[in-house]
């Protein structure tokens, strides 16, 4: 098993920043890919970004590229998402997920994924 904590979710303006954590535990060794996915209403979930558990691959979706970074602090098995330029249609709920079924790097639907967060609140203020 794997249990993921999101944080750092919050109310931002449009056009701030704001990082969103995800603290990794349990079997950790498992872990082959962490993603970040949104959920706002009406929408399906979205992929927003991955990376591989050692950190040294990353994978945007195309309306984050440049905006966003997705990265893993190694000592704390902890991903971050720092989020900048942020627009309103990016309020959703955001969640953290672990890929541990596959190695392979194709990643970016959240059916792939194994273990997810509870989730965090991101609202940006127009």
């Known amino acids: 098993q794997v249990q993921l904590v999101e944080s750092g979710g919050g109310l931002v303006q449009a056009g701030g920043s704001l990082r969103l954590s995800c603290a990794a535990s349990?079997?950790?060794?498992?872990?082959?890919?962490m993603g970040w996915f949104r959920h706002a209403p009406g929408k399906e979930r979205d992929f927003v970004a991955a990376?591989?558990?050692?950190?040294?691959?990353?994978y945007y979706e195309d309306s984050v590229k440049g905006r966003f970074t997705i990265s893993r602090d190694n000592a704390r098995n902890t991903v971050l998402l720092q989020m900048s330029s942020m627009k309103h249609e990016e309020t959703a709920v955001y969640y953290c997920?672990?890929?541990?079924?596959?190695?392979?790097?194709?990643?970016?639907?959240?059916?792939?994924?194994?273990?997810w967060g509870q989730g965090t609140q991101v609202t940006v203020s127009s």
């Open positions: 997920a672990a890929r541990v079924t596959s190695k392979r790097w194709d990643s970016w639907t959240a059916s792939q994924y194994d273990y």
């Open positions: 349990g079997r950790t060794f498992s872990i082959n890919h």
């Open positions: 990376i591989n558990w050692s950190g040294d691959r990353t």
